[in-house]
């Protein structure tokens, strides 16, 4: 049964610092993807990451996947108050998309 | 274009009733996938559909269940409520294999 693992569970960061969200996986994977959860809303999907090696970058977030390690990561530059938010990783394996127990990040000015 | 709809937004409902809950997803896709989203448990896959078929179903009880029409609009019943089913529940829907899922607003579910 896959499981994802994600850490940290919670992060206050400064405005302006960076820092790392990983996540660990116990199987094989088809496909990682990452999303944020503001409190009260629904999900909206920041990534997908389909193969080995794939990096892929918006604004202030990048994500990485390395699938030798089953490790996926999200790097956050120069954190911004509007990141502030939880972030989920979920690995997709037989249609289904397993979560990770989500990263509540603050950002503190 | 629209995003995936869900409906109602809110329900309460007491213990024993069973209730219904509904999603539309985005115009041409014909993956909906459901998940039930708590603060013990986070998030948990419920079922996933492509053009009416149940390809894959977590570990909920048969008291879940759900189905797709041939419009690939999607339902969700769970019947004899028990406190415990008090979550989120969340639709999602892609285009095809490699895609993004797009989740709707939720379904926020209350057992009295």
């Known amino acids: 049964e896959l499981k994802v693992e994600q850490n940290p569970l919670f992060l206050s960061m400064q405005e302006g610092k960076n820092y790392t969200i990983y996540c660990n996986y116990s199987?094989?994977?088809?496909?990682l993807y990452w999303y944020r959860q503001d409190p009260g809303k629904s999900l909206e999907s920041l990534f997908v990451?389909?193969?080995?090696?794939a990096v892929k970058q918006e604004g202030r977030l990048m994500a990485s996947l390395d699938t030798k390690a089953r490790l996926s990561t999200l790097h956050i530059t120069a954190a911004v108050h509007d990141l502030s938010a939880t972030y989920f990783c979920?690995?997709?394996?037989?249609?289904?998309?397993?979560f990770g127990t989500g990263t509540r990040l603050t950002i503190i000015p | 274009k629209a995003g995936v709809t869900q409906t109602p937004r809110y329900l309460i409902k007491t213990r024993g009733q069973q209730v219904t809950l509904s999603c539309s997803p985005i115009s041409g896709h014909r993956s909906v996938s459901w998940y039930q989203q708590t603060p013990g448990q986070g998030l948990q896959f419920l079922f996933e559909?492509?053009?009416?078929?149940?390809?894959n179903k977590g570990n909920f009880p048969g008291r879940f269940s759900g189905r797709q029409f041939s419009n690939s609009r999607s339902e969700m019943n769970v019947s004899t409520l028990e406190l415990g089913d008090s979550a989120l529940y969340l639709c999602?829907?892609?285009?095809?294999?490699?895609?993004?899922?797009?989740f709707g607003s939720g379904t926020q579910l209350s057992v009295l």
């Open positions: 990451l389909l193969s080995n090696g």
């Open positions: 979920a690995a997709y394996l037989n249609e289904k998309l397993t």
């Open positions: 199987t094989t994977s088809d496909r």
């Open positions: 999602a829907s892609s285009w095809a294999e490699n895609e993004k899922l797009f």
């Open positions: 559909y492509f053009s009416e078929t149940q390809r």
